[in-house]
């Protein structure tokens, strides 16, 4: 993800009281190098994957979690 | 039941392993000895030959775009990790999986930054009172690291 956005964090704008969903959407318009990870890619809210409907407040760190390859 | 998780710098040696889990874990503490009737050790080793999406897209059988893949040969895996979550999922995971399957005991340690080929990237020893439940937690185990625990590898060709 940071070698595809060519950065180790990245800035979205989202209106207040944004959820994950949005702040989803948000990536992949403002950012269109992030767009093909998008899909199979989950948000984790201040390390905890967040669903979809969770609520992003001011402080908190937001990441994105792209398909994981341990093992 | 008794989890231990570790994630360590580097490959998996023995001298690593034996670091992380101490005399206590080979003395088998806190593990009712008698009890177990299976263990089952699984350790993911980084191979030579690694797939690579190829830039090309072909149709496949059903009609679908695929990309095609050809393997090249590695010199390395470089393990990435998204911490603290990374630990916390995984032990998590390991807690899970134990409850899950009524282990005895659950042992799971994994690779960050870089491995060679031939060394090891991940172990995973399960010890349970039937192979059933040791074999079944081991699978379950491996195919939930790979959606939940923030580690990626990324490779570092020859």
Known sequence: MAAASGAGSVTVTVRDGATVQDVLAALGEQHPS?????????????????PASALVSTGDEVALIALVSGG | MTVH???LD????????????GDQWVQRAGLVWDQVGAQVRFDG????????AAP?????????????QHERPLAALFYETYEPMATRQFQALA??????????????IHSRGL????????????DAAHRREALLAVGEFIDALKCDVPIWKQPRWE
């Open chain 2, 5 to 7: 998780t570790s994630i």
């Open chain 1, 34 to 50: 992030l767009h093909f990870a998008l899909p199979g890619a989950r948000l984790a809210v201040n390390s905890k994957f967040a």
């Open chain 2, 45 to 52: 080793v980084v191979r030579r030959m690694e797939g690579v």
């Open chain 2, 115 to 126: 491995v060679k080929v031939g060394e090891t990237s991940f172990v995973l020893i399960v």
């Open chain 2, 56 to 68: 090309d897209k072909t149709i496949d059988a059903r009609g679908d775009r695929a990309s095609a």
């Open chain 2, 95 to 108: 807690e899970r999986i134990c409850e899950r399957h009524c282990l005895k005991r659950i042992t799971a």
């Open chain 2, 10 to 21: 580097g490959p998996l040696t023995v001298a690593a392993i034996s670091r992380a889990l």
